[in-house]
C-alpha cells in the first residue's frame, strides 16, 4: 500500500517551535520530491515548501521563509516540517504530498493538525 | 507569483446534472502543469486532472479537465453524491506552486 502518514501536530504557544512528520511506505521515497501544503480552518489549500528528492534543494513560501525548514530522510524515508517561530496565522491542518519531479501532487497525507493559540 | 482565480465561488446543482467549474491564471501556464483536485469534508486532497486534461488513476470517465494559456475548465458530466464537493486548481509550471481559492459544488 502506497502511503503517507503525517504526524506531531499539536497546541503550542505562539512564538514556539513544533517539527511535524510525514513517513512514507510502498513506493520509492528517495526519487520523490516532497511537499507541504497547509489548510487553516475552513480556507483554502496553501502551498508551504517543497524539498528535492535528494534533498539538495528546497524552497518555501513568503509567509513561512526563515522560520520553517524542511528536511528529508532518505534512508527512513521520512520527511520533516520543523517549524519556528509559530504564530497565530499558522493555525492549520498540514499535509505531505508526493511530486514525482515537475508532476501534480499525486499522493497525501491525511493531515495533522497544528493550533497555535496562547 | 501566478494567481489562480476560481469561478465560480460556489456551484449548486443536482444529482445527475453537468458541472462546469473554470480557472483563470494570471499569466500563462503551459497545460502540461495545470492540475485540479477534489477535497471532500473532512479529507485530504485527492488528484483528479494533471496536465488539464488527463485523469489521475481511479478517476472516472465523467470527470474530464480543458483548456489552455490562462484559462482552464474541469467539467462533471452527472453529477453522482459523491461528487459534491470543493475543488480546487493548481499550476505547477512555476514557484512558488499556487493553488485557487477552491470552489464547492453543493447539493441543489
Known amino acids: 500500500q502506497v502511503h503517507l502518514v503525517e504526524s506531531g501536530g499539536s497546541v503550542v504557544q505562539p512564538g514556539r517551535s513544533l517539527t511535524l512528520s510525514c513517513a512514507a511506505s510502498?513506493?520509492?521515497?528517495?526519487?520523490?520530491?516532497m511537499h507541504w501544503v497547509r489548510q487553516a480552518p475552513g480556507k483554502g489549500l496553501e502551498w508551504v515548501g517543497v524539498?528535492?528528492?535528494?534533498?539538495?534543494?528546497?524552497i518555501y513560501a513568503d509567509s513561512v521563509k526563515g522560520r520553517f525548514i524542511i528536511s528529508k530522510d532518505n534512508s527512513e524515508n521520512t520527511v520533516f516540517l520543523q517549524m519556528n517561530s509559530l504564530r497565530v496565522d499558522d493555525t492549520a491542518a498540514y499535509y505531505c504530498?508526493?511530486?514525482?519531479?515537475?508532476?501534480?501532487?499525486?499522493?497525501w497525507g491525511q493531515g495533522t493538525m497544528v493550533t497555535v493559540s496562547s | 507569483e501566478i494567481v489562480l482565480t476560481q469561478s465560480p465561488g460556489t456551484l449548486s446543482l443536482s444529482p445527475g446534472e453537468r458541472a462546469t467549474l473554470s480557472c483563470r491564471a494570471s499569466q500563462s501556464v503551459s497545460s502540461t502543469y495545470f492540475a485540479w483536485y477534489q477535497q471532500q469534508p473532512g479529507r485530504a486532497p485527492r488528484l483528479l486532472i494533471y496536465a488539464t486534461s488527463s485523469r489521475a488513476t481511479g478517476i472516472p470517465d465523467r470527470f474530464g479537465g480543458g483548456g489552455s494559456g490562462t484559462d482552464f475548465t474541469l467539467s462533471i458530466s452527472r453529477l453522482e453524491p459523491e461528487d459534491f464537493a470543493v475543488y480546487y486548481c493548481q499550476q505547477y509550471a512555476a514557484s512558488p506552486w499556487t493553488f485557487g481559492q477552491g470552489t464547492k459544488v453543493e447539493i441543489k
Open positions: 504530498a508526493r511530486d514525482k519531479g515537475g508532476a501534480p501532487f499525486d499522493l
Open positions: 524539498i528535492w528528492s535528494d534533498g539538495s534543494k528546497k
Open positions: 510502498g513506493f520509492t521515497f528517495r526519487t520523490s520530491g
